[in-house]
């Protein structure tokens, strides 16, 4: 079984804050994906990643960074982080396929729901 | 730019009643579709997934969908639902191969009533 952890459930901090959000997966996947999930408006693309030290910007990179440093780990980074970024982060991989590509089966984690004051 | 709409953001139905929850997608090209389900507290995990084939796939806990490229739908159903089924469903839709995003629906809430 594919196993998608991220560091924390449930994650508090201040307005202003550096807020690092760690995710790891087990099985050797090349791609990794960063979502926030907000009531109404689903799951939305913030960062995607097809291989170490690649990064692709989503559809709303505004606010946020990330790092793939090794091919397991792929860390989410709010500079500064604002009240709107209060949210249920999601982490998800997949296996890059001759003909899937990037597209193909996504594996999640449980989520980290940050709260930001 | 591929689009997905699912048009019914809550479904209420009685335990062991059947249920149909709806998606359509927009998409130029061929299609990837997919539906994920949410339990509370947890991240998404697959149901099933149409990538080429038989238009009917068949998933985990009895699910299944149908692609129907006319009508651009891939909407699933169940012929009986437990309480067990009470989840969030995503259906989602890629373009197939190359380096296309995943582009997920806003989700139907299933709520399942003794």
């Known amino acids: 079984d594919v196993k998608v952890t991220q560091s924390s459930r449930y994650l508090v901090k201040r307005t202003g804050e550096k807020v690092f959000l760690e995710c790891v997966q087990d099985?050797?996947?090349?791609?990794m994906f960063w979502y926030r999930q907000d009531p109404g408006l689903g799951l939305r693309l913030i960062y995607f990643?097809?291989?170490?030290?690649?990064?692709e910007k989503g559809d709303i990179p505004e606010g946020y960074s990330v790092s793939r440093e090794k091919k397991e780990r792929f860390s989410l980074i709010l500079e500064s982080a604002s009240t709107n970024q209060t949210s249920m982060y999601l982490c998800?991989?997949?296996?890059?396929?001759?003909?899937?590509?990037?597209?193909?089966?996504?594996?999640f984690g449980p989520g980290t729901r940050l709260t930001v004051l | 730019a591929q689009s997905v709409t699912q048009l019914d953001s809550q479904v209420p139905v009685f335990e062991e009643a059947p249920v149909e929850l709806r998606c359509n997608y927009s998409?130029?090209?061929?299609?990837?579709l997919f539906w994920y389900v949410q339990y509370p507290n947890q991240g998404l995990q697959l149901l099933l997934k149409?990538?080429?084939?038989?238009?009917l796939v068949k998933g985990i806990n009895g699910f299944e969908a149908e692609f129907n490229k006319s009508q651009t739908s891939f909407h699933l159903r169940k012929p009986s639902v437990h309480i067990s089924d009470t989840a969030e469903y995503f259906c989602?839709?890629?373009?197939?191969?190359?380096?296309?995003?995943?582009?997920f629906g806003i989700g139907t809430k299933l709520q399942v009533i003794p």
């Open positions: 989602a839709v890629s373009d197939p191969g190359g380096y296309q995003k995943v582009t």
């Open positions: 998409s130029s090209v061929s299609v990837y």
């Open positions: 149409y990538l080429s084939g038989s238009t």
């Open positions: 990643s097809y291989d170490v030290k690649m990064k």
């Open positions: 998800a991989s997949s296996l890059e396929t001759l003909r899937g590509g990037l597209t193909d089966t996504q594996y």
């Open positions: 099985m050797d996947h090349e791609n």
